[in-house]
């Protein structure tokens, strides 16, 4: 029954089931028997925790950059950027992308400096022991951990919330179907399929997007951006935002925009840093594509919530007065904005039920590829951090590998559990999207510093972080009772007491690791200590060949230094540009955007998001070109299938000879293979 909370859902159940259900399951099948290929015709086993954990480091350019892309492609990225959109403004889109490209550019600093000092991690974590001890590893696990609960509720949440206001399911069976194809094809594929599933679900996911916001603009209710500027204008008149100049929509002076754009970025600073599926993506790109892929990955990024967040958003701001709008003769309760709901509104009312399908799928796509990756972060802590440092040092492959395997279902049911009772609680999208970032910035300045700085201390590293979460929460608490007059859901959930509470937790750490690492320094740490770091494998030590730092060359050496620098400056020049110049020149204007200049911010946000389609169409099979051919001859017959075993692998070459190498050797392989690649690259 319909309530001032909700509109009658224009799916049937069976629209939700068939979805979660029949998508979750294709995908996991079509995982497996991929999965199965590449270990007949290219001889990768995840029966290996280095194959199922890194898929081998040796990722290419193209799967890096989908992996990015995918990773930050949440399901909150869909709902809320049109959410701050509704709420704000155009600005609201535009700091949405903003928040969300910066952290994954500078991110690519951090992924060729652990490819240069830990080319055998598996886990950040393992990179914190080293260097601190126990102490801070247990320390760095819980926030790495929490991190990763705080970051699949929020999408589980808002997710759920959708699908149940879209087709009528239950919000708990649609919470703990979502991971059920995910965990399949996880488990059966390890960090493989979870590259392969990215970049299946970013090209479906941009079809969607380009689908749901082309049909917007063409739809007669609207017709072109121009008109679609002209209803904006009218809703202004009726509507005005506070804060905003004028009131208006079509500006970027903002007061809100630009507080959520601050929240917004020193949260996903923390959840990129903290995220360790991020670093294992880093730890599994090659050597040649870990700067590119993530600095392509973060730039393209950009687009989707630009393009989907202006659209769609302004077009919910623009048709509540027209008969079309589901929620027609009344306005949008806090709840439904809360919960996300004005995309799948708006794609309701320009497209009818196909549009309540196309945002289903999207959802359903945008939640799944990015659940894999925290389950593949989770399950590689739980058997790398926990089972193989602490419980059963001598573990073999199988053993780490069955362990990984549990934690996947562990987590995916515990996080689901969880996202439920934070439902029940009246804990939303929104609430988790303002205060994830008090639980993820406390940590998100001195983890980086643990390969970047050689001067952080022992307790530099563990007090800072602990005092950030500490007087966070205290100001979070204060400030909510202070704006609110009391400490309850509604209160905690506001963005002022949020964002104070994340600048706290963010920069207290910030200032006190320099200061303690300063009052009492400490013999400065060798990264040679890395080299401890060990590949997991049931071979004997011996036959490992174990590399440490310096078995890479001096010409691998000067290329990833190269790199870095690359890395450091394209981060500030895009941070520079896309964060500070580009909107703060235009709040300073108080710019109101004209016709023609509304007109052409769309199409070039829509020419953005088409751009992000051809290239993570196309790059990635380019990439793989070689190793598609491989499989598809395989599969016709033309090549002759070679027997693997778990000592030995046979690689057929082109030109009909054998290679013969170890297989628990496949990561030194690589990187003598990577080396042709970068002599020839740095030359």
């Known amino acids: 029954m319909a309530t001032v909370d909700s509109i009658p859902p224009p ?38 925790f280095e194959t199922y954990a890194t898929a081998g480091r040796k990722i290419g350019t193209g799967l890096t950059a989908t992996a990015v892309f995918s990773s930050w492609a949440w399901s909150t990225a869909l709902l809320s950027s049109t959410v701050v959109t509704f709420s704000f403004g155009l600005a609201g889109a535009y700091a949405f992308a903003s928040g969300c490209l910066v952290q994954i550019s500078m991110f690519a600093l951090l992924a060729i400096q652990s490819k240069l000092k830990t080319p055998h991690a598996h886990t950040i974590l393992e990179v914190v022991k080293i260097r601190y001890g126990t102490v801070a590893h247990w320390v760095y696990m819980f926030f790495c951990l929490a991190n990763n609960l705080i970051a699949v509720s929020n999408m589980l949440l808002g997710a759920s919330a959708t699908i149940s206001a879209l087709t009528g399911m239950h919000i708990v069976a649609s919470v703990f179907l979502l991971p059920v194809g995910v965990c399949l094809y996880t488990i059966s594929g390890g960090l493989r399929a979870t590259f392969l599933t990215d970049w299946m679900h970013s090209v479906a996911l941009l079809i969607i997007v380009l689908f749901l916001v082309l049909k917007t603009i063409t739809n007669e209710a609207i017709g072109s951006p121009g008109h679609l500027w002209e209803l904006v204008i009218s809703a202004t008149g009726a509507n005005p935002i506070a804060g905003n100049h004028n009131g208006s929509y079509l500006t970027m002076a903002s007061l809100g925009a630009t507080e959520f754009c601050i929240l917004h970025t020193l949260g996903n600073f923390g959840l990129v840093v903290m995220d360790s599926s991020y670093w294992q993506k880093a730890y599994s790109a090659d ?5 590119p892929g993530y600095i392509l990955g973060g730039v393209l990024y950009f687009g989707l919530p630009w393009c989907l967040g202006t659209v769609m958003g302004l077009a919910g701001v623009a048709l509540q007065t027209n008969p079309i709008w589901p929620a027609f003769g009344r306005m949008l309760s806090g709840k439904e904005q809360s919960d996300g709901l004005p995309l799948a509104y708006a794609a309701l009312a320009v497209a009818g039920k196909s549009g309540a399908v196309a945002v289903l799928i999207l959802i359903f796509m945008a939640v799944t590829s990015t659940t894999s990756a925290q389950l593949i972060a989770v399950s590689s802590i739980v058997s790398s951090d926990v089972y193989h440092t602490y419980i059963k ?41 303002y205060f994830l970032g008090i639980i993820t910035c406390p940590a998100m300045v001195t983890l980086p510093l643990t390969v970047l700085w050689k001067k952080q201390t022992w307790s530099a590293a563990i007090i800072s972080p602990i005092v950030g979460i500490i007087s ?14 009391r ?41 040679d200590r890395f080299s401890e770091i060990k590949l997991i494998s049931d071979d004997d030590a011996s036959s490992l060949e174990e590399k440490d730092r310096t078995s890479f060359t001096p010409a691998q050496e000067r290329y990833m230094r190269k790199q870095s620098v690359v890395a450091a400056v394209v981060g500030v020049i895009l941070f520079l540009a896309i964060w500070v110049l580009w909107p703060y020149i235009m709040y300073a204007s108080h710019y109101e955007f004209s016709r023609p200049f509304f007109t052409g911010w769309v199409v070039v946000s829509i020419i953005w998001a088409f751009s992000a389609l051809l290239i993570f169409t196309f790059l990635p099979l380019w990439d793989g070109r070689a190793l598609i051919k491989k499989i598809a001859l395989g599969v016709l017959g033309r090549v002759p299938v070679e027997q693997f075993d778990e000592k030995r692998q046979v690689e057929v070459k082109e030109e009909g000879r054998y290679s013969v190498k170890s297989a628990s050797n496949s990561g030194s392989e690589s990187i003598r293979e990577d080396e042709k690649r970068v002599v020839d690259a740095s030359s």
Request: hydrophobic share 50%.
């Open 11 to 48: 799916l049937n159940q069976g629209w939700g089931y068939g979805v979660l259900l029949g998508f979750g399951l294709a995908f996991a099948a079509g995982m497996m028997w991929i999965t199965s290929l590449l270990r007949k015709y290219n001889g990768e086993n995840n029966a290996h």
């Open 287 to 291: 050597i040649a594509a870990a700067v």
């Open 393 to 433: 040092t001598d573990a073999t492959d199988k053993q780490v590998i069955r362990v990984s395997h549990l934690a996947c279902i562990g987590f995916a049911l515990f996080s689901s559990g969880f996202s439920v009772m934070l439902q029940y609680v009246g804990i939303s999208l929104t609430w988790t999207l």
């Open 472 to 485: 966070g929460m205290g100001v979070w608490l204060g400030t909510a009772y202070h704006y609110g007059g």
């Open 487 to 527: 400490i309850d859901v509604e209160t905690t959930g506001v963005l002022l007491p949020c964002l104070w509470g994340t600048v706290t937790a963010a920069f207290v750490p910030a200032i006190l690791s320099p200061l303690i690492t300063y009052i009492k320094p400490s013999a400065d740490f060798d990264w």
